[in-house]
């Protein structure tokens, strides 16, 4: 193989200068060189170009020509149709080179003209070359693209028709399954069943290898160097930050507290702070001990629109307007009005001094509860107990 590919370089490269010298010998008599003509120097470095491509791409079509006869189990001679094209082709450009003898003697007799100050005849002369190396390298180009084509289409049949699944040869790669007479005898035999020394898969032994692996690192990281929390210390930060989300959680159920969710404080700092409320906003209709003046007693079991909770929480958001009552919704939170609610229940038959007449309809339902029995966790201020 290597030796066609020789002869057909140096074939080449003869025919070459074959035409090269002969050209130089059709000039005649020395006459001003056209090599000076930009147009000229790049249509000879074109031509050079696509020579030199035609001259590397020869062997590598008749190698891939030759192993695909071989593969056909034909003669590699008949495997050289292209270095025949090829040579064919070098022989017609040296025979257009020879034909400058007559034309060189016709325009010596007269007046040629040029193109970009090139001669016609070398222009047309040299873009023959040209095309004619583009169709040469095109049909060299074809050829091993249709060899190549069917040296797949080969393998891929071949490959087919010996109907092995992919998966099962992957199965047997990652298994490495051996043959029976490559694989060890223990010696065991027992009612004609013979145990074999087989080896463990690969995927087995890496798996258990990456185990003991992560194991020391395991043992390393959480029981000498404690660089991580153990389980046991994971449940317990787990159990913080639970306890605080509730708290959180219960904060803001607090500050969404509305008529029908608020139900009775009794924590004395929530009621110390409703009493606040009620002696800078109530205490001027409802006197300071809530005994009444303009509004009416709070102290006693009469109520002019209910007294649950949720009744005296809503008459302190609404307002009464039509008797002079306005809505503190504006100006207090929830929260605020639910401390204020329940230090409003908390202060009934306190008994004040001057209490102001009964009004409404007797009203005896909720009690504050004790306020163990309403307070969950060590930071919070006030808990809600239903009625």
């Known amino acids: 193989m290597k030796q066609g590919k020789t002869s057909s370089i140096k074939s080449a490269i003869t025919l070459c200068c074959l035409a090269i010298s002969s050209a130089a010998s059709a000039q005649g008599a020395p006459k001003p060189s056209e090599l000076n003509n930009p147009l000229a120097i790049v249509l000879l470095i074109v031509a050079a170009a696509l020579m030199l491509a035609i001259?590397?791409?020869a062997p590598a079509l008749i190698g891939a020509a030759q192993v695909y006869m071989e593969k056909r189990r034909e003669e590699a001679a008949n495997a050289t149709p292209v270095k025949t094209l090829l040579v064919i082709g070098l022989c017609f450009t040296s025979s257009i080179v020879f034909a400058q003898d007559g034309a060189n003697a016709t325009a010596a007799q007269t007046v040629s003209t040029t193109i970009s100050g090139l001669s016609k005849f070398s222009f047309y002369t040299l873009m023959s070359v040209i095309t004619l190396e583009i169709i040469v390298l095109l049909t060299m180009l074809h050829y091993l693209k249709l060899l190549i084509t069917k040296d797949k289409v080969v393998v891929a049949v071949e490959h087919k028709l010996a109907r092995i699944p992919v998966w099962k040869t992957?199965?047997?790669?990652?298994?490495?399954?051996?043959?029976?007479?490559?694989?060890?005898?223990?010696?065991?035999?027992?009612?004609g069943i013979r145990e074999l020394d087989n080896k463990l898969p690969p995927w087995w032994l890496y798996g258990?290898?990456?185990?003991?692996?992560?194991?020391?690192?395991?043992?390393?990281?959480?029981?000498?160097?404690?660089?991580?929390?153990?389980?046991?210390?994971?449940?317990?930060?787990?159990?913080?930050?639970?306890?605080?989300?509730?708290?959180e959680y219960l904060k803001n159920a607090a500050n969404n507290v509305d008529e029908n969710t608020v139900t009775l404080i009794a924590d004395a700092d929530a009621l110390d702070e409703g009493k606040k409320i009620f002696l800078s906003t109530c205490a001027a209709c409802h006197g300071p001990e809530g005994q009444g003046t303009v509004g009416p007693n709070l102290t006693d079991d009469y109520w002019l629109h209910k007294g649950s909770v949720q009744d005296v929480f809503k008459t302190i958001k609404y307002g009464i307007p039509e008797k002079g009552m306005k809505s503190w919704k504006d100006d207090f939170s929830p929260v605020q009005i639910a401390k204020l609610t329940s230090y409003i229940k908390s202060i009934r038959g306190t008994k004040p001094i001057n209490p102001?007449?009964?009004?409404?309809?007797?009203?005896t339902g909720e009690s504050p509860a004790p306020p163990d029995s309403l307070k969950t966790g060590t930071d919070k201020k006030f808990a809600f107990n239903n009625p």
Request: aromatic content about 16%; hydrophobic content about 35%.
């Open 55 to 57: 001259v590397m791409l």
């Open 356 to 363: 102001k007449e009964p009004q409404g309809e007797i009203f």
């Open 208 to 247: 258990f290898y990456g185990c003991i692996v992560f194991a020391i690192v395991y043992l390393y990281r959480y029981e000498v160097v404690h660089s991580a929390p153990s389980s046991k210390q994971e449940y317990e930060i787990a159990m913080v930050k639970a306890e605080e989300d509730k708290l």
């Open 170 to 191: 992957w199965w047997e790669k990652i298994n490495s399954f051996r043959p029976e007479h490559q694989v060890g005898d223990t010696g065991h035999n027992y009612d």
